[in-house]
Nanobody, 124 residues
């Protein structure tokens, strides 16, 4: 089993920056990738960014490309999401996910393990 704990959410003005962290514990054999998803009220969960543990090549959703950066520590136990030039439409609950992913890294259904979520609010 894998336990995920997010931190770093809060409120920021448009144009500002914020960094989210996700710490993973438990079996490392149960995951080869980690990702960030977000869900705004009334909207479906959206893939934001993802990364394989054995590769530092990231994947991003179209709405965040060029503004967000996903990274991981050398132990592959913590994943970060650096969010720059934040917009009000980035407001959502951000979830960390992990799993042994064989398909799309940006598909929520491919991740069995989820964090509790952290609220990010961007004001105009």
């Amino acid at each position: 089993q894998v336990r995920l704990v997010e931190s770093g959410g809060g409120s920021v003005q448009a144009g500002g920056s914020m960094r989210l962290s996700c710490a993973a514990s438990g079996s490392t054999y149960s995951r080869n990738a980690m990702a960030w998803f977000r869900q705004a009220p009334g909207k479906e969960r959206e893939g934001v960014a993802a990364i394989y543990h054995d590769s530092d090549s990231p994947f991003y959703g179209d709405s965040v490309k060029g503004r967000f950066t996903i990274s991981q520590d050398s132990a592959r136990n913590t994943v970060y999401l650096q969010m720059n030039r934040l917009k009000p439409e980035d407001t959502a609950i951000y979830y960390c996910a992990a799993g042994m992913v064989a398909g799309s890294l940006m598909s929520a259904g491919n991740y069995p393990y989820w964090g509790q979520g952290t609220q990010v609010t961007v004001s105009s």
